[in-house]
């Protein structure tokens, strides 16, 4: 029976990804997306991308070669 595998290698890309959406949506890069004339459906179209992004990190490093 082959040995399960190892999930600590496919937290890590999720970890980087949490680690870039707080950058963008705290630190002062947030003046950019969060000014009045962008609508309101820019933080959500941001919010989905960083999800997405995070699924697709731990999707891709937990899959074997």
Do not use: N, Q, Y
């Not at 970890?15 to 000014?35: D, E, H, K, N, Q």
């Not at 959500?44 to 999800?51: K, N, P, Q």
């Amino acid at each position: 029976m082959a040995p399960p595998p190892d999930k600590s290698r496919a937290v890590e890309p999720a970890l980087w990804a949490f680690a870039v959406s707080l950058v963008l949506l705290v630190g002062p890069v947030r003046t950019l997306w969060a000014a009045p004339e962008r609508g309101w459906i820019l933080p959500f179209v941001i919010w989905l991308l960083i999800i997405g992004l995070g699924a697709w990190a731990v999707h891709r490093a937990s899959t074997p070669p």
